[in-house]
């Protein structure tokens, strides 16, 4: 008897994430090859790698804490991105980015 592989909600959201993440990783990656303006080091895939692999979890814990506030999770999770990311790549609020 074959027996069906099955994924569990963590391991399929996982899945997700990584997915998720590396078609981000893809956006920057292929603009490198047809513009000379984007130009991305291995530190700043790996930095935006381990931000976008930190926020998704944070989102999957806190929808899965908070089932009822699936929206206001989203929202805070991208606006902490946004924010984090703004940062580290120009300097918006502070020097951290320069």
């Not at 089932?67 to 805070?76: E, G, M, Y």
Request: charged share 10%; aromatic share 14%; proline share 4%.
């Amino acid at each position: 008897m074959i027996q069906k592989r099955t994924f569990t909600p963590i391991k399929q959201n996982l899945v997700y994430l990584i997915c998720g993440t590396l078609l981000v990783l893809l956006i920057p990656l292929t603009a490198m090859q047809f513009s000379s303006e984007v130009k991305w080091s291995p530190w700043d895939f790996l930095v935006m790698a381990l931000l976008c692999v930190t926020m998704g979890g944070l989102f999957i814990v806190a929808s899965h804490k908070f089932p009822n506030n699936k929206l206001f999770s989203a929202l805070l999770t991208l606006c902490v991105f946004i924010y984090i990311w703004a940062e580290l790549s120009v300097g918006v609020f502070t020097s951290i980015g320069h």
